[in-house]
């Protein structure tokens, strides 16, 4: 008859309920696999210098307004414009000695080292020294007050010749030289032996960057 039920099969729904339950698990799986296949945007900078090495050079003149030149070894040494007339006990010989950096130079230090000698060594160890830094005027007695740079010994006593003297400032590019004025004095007990004798005697002025 037409308003009969059709008897429903024991597994019928069953079926149903595994066909949703696979239509979610498939949901499921297809979120994960959305996730896993996202990608990432990326960008890049980069960055690049060049670095050059600076330079610090001096050179000196034994004269104002003279030529500069380098005089890098003891060999090639600046000779100290000093009197060359004889020195006698308690006499005194100056000379002086300009220092600068070279064009595009540094600023740096100067450090006087002890003097090297090389003849009689008793006429060195009859002499004495001291060194001042001066800005104008002659080099002479005149630099050599109490108020006065001392590079080597004060305006009270002098010091053998080996004496390592203080360090000073020379200034950036050629700019402001450092003037240094040397006195040698000759000791009142020096030996008459010495009459005639000969001594050379060569300072190093070491010359050291700021940076």
Partial sequence: MSGRR????????RQRLLRVR??????????VGSTLTLAAWNDSEFATGTFTASSFQIESSINAGGTWQAHPTSGAAATMAFDPAGMSPTSVNYAPIWIR????????T?????????GNASLAAALDYR???YASGAC??????????YIAGSSASKVPLGTVGAATAVAANSANPTQLCFEITMKASADNALQ???????WEIKGTSDT
């Fill in 140 to 149: 002479d007695s005149s630099q050599f007050t109490a108020g006065a740079s």
């Fill in 110 to 118: 100067l450090a006087l080292q002890g003097a090297t000698t090389s």
């Fill in 196 to 202: 005639g004798t000969n001594v050379g005697v060569t």
């Fill in 22 to 31: 696979a239509v979610l698990a498939g949901g499921l799986v297809l979120g």
């Fill in 131 to 133: 060194v001042v830094r």
């Fill in 6 to 13: 059709t008897a429903r099969r024991p597994d019928q729904g």
């Fill in 101 to 108: 950096t070279t064009a595009g130079s540094l600023s740096g």
